[in-house]
């Protein structure tokens, strides 16, 4: 099995419809991050989490939200979907030294918005 | 701030070697990673340098001159499944990772 899955894998929805993606690891790990890929852009960071009572923004997160439920779970919202969120997204865990430089990547969702 | 520039495409033919540069500006260095994507994949880890000089893992390489601010990735005898996309990144000053926009590298026959 999968040490980090996300869920769905593909997602169309409508622009002002809300949608929430999850995501869930098995390896243990505190941190956890949730990035958005566009052509030629690279990964940008939307929000990272190093524990359950820590939630931190990243580069790029207005329009979205996030929820640590659980060590194992991150999930990641858009309250109001618009098409420049049509995007690859990917959650991401590390263990907890010092600069995170190996990050373990989930198969990512890619969601459209129409 | 922090940035980082690679060249977006390389191409190489198989059995080749072939070196992808990285140069950053960070406010503070904490380490230089790189990272392998193919089409359709997740990112995948590939090495880590802190200090100066030259990591060896297997037929892939990657070298780091902090004065420089410059890293490469060194793949050695190139082979078709080598054909992905490779990402420098550097540590942030808060336990994050920033990474480069991504160098797609095209292994022919």
């Known amino acids: 099995d999968a040490d980090v899955t996300q869920t769905p894998r593909n997602r169309i929805t409508k622009t002002g419809k809300r949608i929430m993606l999850e995501c869930s690891q098995t390896?243990?790990?505190?941190?956890m991050y949730w990035y958005r890929q566009d052509p030629g852009l690279g990964l940008r960071l939307i929000y990272y989490?190093?524990?359950?009572?820590?939630?931190n923004k990243g580069e790029i997160s207005d329009g979205y939200s996030v929820s640590r439920q659980a060590q194992a779970k991150f999930s990641l919202s858009l309250e109001s979907a618009i098409p420049n969120q049509t995007a690859l997204y990917f959650c991401?865990?590390?263990?907890?030294?010092?600069?995170?430089?190996?990050?373990?990547f989930g198969p990512g969702t890619r969601l459209t918005v129409t | 701030g922090q940035s980082l520039e690679q060249p977006s495409e390389v191409t190489a033919v198989e059995g080749a070697i072939v070196q992808i540069n990285c140069t950053y500006q960070?406010?503070?260095?904490?380490?230089l990673s790189w990272y392998q994507q193919h089409d359709g994949g997740a990112p995948t880890f590939l090495s880590y340098?802190?200090?100066?000089g030259l990591e060896e893992t297997g037929r892939f390489s990657s070298f780091l001159s902090r004065s420089d601010s410059y890293g490469y990735l060194l793949l050695q005898e190139l082979q078709m499944k080598d054909s992905a996309s490779y990402f420098c990144?550097?540590?942030?000053?808060?336990?994050?990772?920033?990474f480069g926009k991504g160098t797609k590298l095209s292994v022919k026959p």
């Open positions: 991401a865990t590390s263990d907890r030294t010092g600069t995170s430089y190996e990050q373990y």
């Open positions: 390896k243990g790990h505190d941190r």
């Open positions: 989490s190093f524990d359950v009572k820590d939630i």
């Open positions: 960070t406010s503070g260095f904490y380490g």
């Open positions: 340098n802190a200090l100066d």
């Open positions: 990144a550097v540590g942030g000053s808060q336990g994050n990772l920033i």
